[in-house]
């Protein structure tokens, strides 16, 4: 199943919103920025940075790929790792 | 237009918001029990709890028009305490039989832990001794893909589990594909903040489909918003789908997957509105 808007009809709908949100963001880098203190080594920084150069490459499923840069990863031998039977 | 909101805790809300609820169309909601933000301290608390779930909860929905029903277990944050998750699932068969029970929820993880990961398994157990439907919690943020997949890999491993009366919840875009793929339901919880926005839901229902998909408020005591599922029902029509699409997600898919509990006795609004007012 597809959206039922076309292309165009979605970015009139949403830009506004996105503009909002892009602004938002390099708005809380600044303060960031401005604030006492440093986060340099904080490996959240690290993922934001990871997540905000995913937006713009051109492949479908960003939403999914930005989840997982902020998820633990998964190990399929969990159950021996945590000696559940 | 009707709907039935598979996953919220009125346990947290207002009368008033029975009342908004009804007005906004919700006719059936199904209430799992959970985390009360603090941890108890003993099974004598849950009995209590499960009395209100299970008698206070449902009669204060009927004055709205609203059908209540509720599923029991101790959630996956207090089940870090084994012996007290031990205790509670040796005491939850005393309420099964009750008319609003309709299974085992919300089980799952937190933190993904071994203890947790224990008590998810006998909470597995109880339900397939009793033929009961579960559902399941997922962890948030950071541990969810983590969680989702040892929740999975635990459900898999149990081959008498009959896997459609199973409803994995709090789906995201890293975790619904991993859900529907293996044969379980797929609930998307709308938070203002954590988990899932109505357009991203609604994104999701257009790249799965809608089978075996729910949409649910979770409406607690944190922040959430109990007219959740509305404002998803207003995202799909701005989208122009159309409205029997929109009426399979909200009303049509939880009761396929609730009709498969004993206890669930629902009866359409449009039923109830044609049967003799008593009093």
């Known amino acids: 199943m597809q959206t039922k808007l076309t292309a165009p009809a979605v970015l009139e ?14 708005a809380s880098f600044d303060r960031l920025d401005r604030a006492e ?33 902020f998820s633990r990863t998964f190990s399929p031998d969990w159950r021996d790792e945590l000696g559940v039977g | 237009m009707y709907y039935f909101d ?14 908004t609820l009804a007005k906004m169309g919700c006719v059936g909601m199904s209430e799992p029990a959970f985390w009360a933000g603090f941890d108890r301290g003993s099974v004598e608390s849950f009995r209590d709890y499960f009395r209100q779930l299970t008698d206070f909860e449902m009669k204060r929905a009927a004055q709205y028009g609203i059908q ?32 609003n029970v309709l299974g085992i929820g919300e089980i799952g993880l937190n933190k993904n832990t071994r203890n947790e990961s224990v008590i998810f398994l006998e909470h597995m157990e109880l339900a397939i001794t009793h033929q009961q439907q579960i559902l399941i919690h997922t962890p948030h943020l950071e541990d969810k893909y983590q969680g989702t997949r040892m ?13 459609s009366r199973v409803l994995v919840d709090h789906v995201e875009e890293h975790t619904v594909r991993h859900v529907l ?17 109505p357009a991203r839901a609604a994104d999701m229902v257009e790249m799965y489909g809608p089978d075996r ?29 159309a409205e029997s699409l929109i009426r399979k997600i909200v009303y049509e898919n939880p009761l396929t997957f609730f009709r498969q509990s004993q206890n669930f006795q629902f009866t359409p609004p449009d039923v109830l509105a044609e049967s003799p007012v008593e009093g």
């Open chain 2, 68 to 99: 209540h029903y509720t599923w029991l277990c101790i959630n996956a944050k207090e089940a870090e305490n084994v012996e007290l998750s031990r205790e509670i699932i040796a005491m939850i068969p005393e309420f099964l039989d009750l008319p």
């Open chain 1, 13 to 26: 709908r949403e830009f506004l919103e996105m503009r909002a949100k892009v602004l938002q963001l390099a």
């Open chain 2, 181 to 197: 793929d293996a044969g379980f339901w797929a609930g998307m919880t709308l938070y203002p903040v954590s988990k899932c926005t």
């Open chain 1, 37 to 69: 203190g440093a986060v340099a080594g904080d490996s959240r920084l690290a993922q934001l940075a990871q997540a905000i150069q995913l937006l713009q490459s051109e492949q479908p499923g960003r939403a999914e790929e930005v989840q997982m840069i």
């Open chain 2, 151 to 163: 929740i999975l890999d635990m459900l898999r491993g149990d081959a008498r589990l009959d896997r």
């Open chain 2, 6 to 19: 598979p996953h919220i805790h009125m346990v947290s809300r207002t009368t008033d918001d029975y009342e």
């Open chain 2, 213 to 241: 998909l729910l949409v649910n408020s979770a409406g607690d005591w944190g922040p959430s918003k109990p007219t959740a599922v509305p404002d998803f029902v207003l995202e799909m029509r701005r989208r122009g789908h």
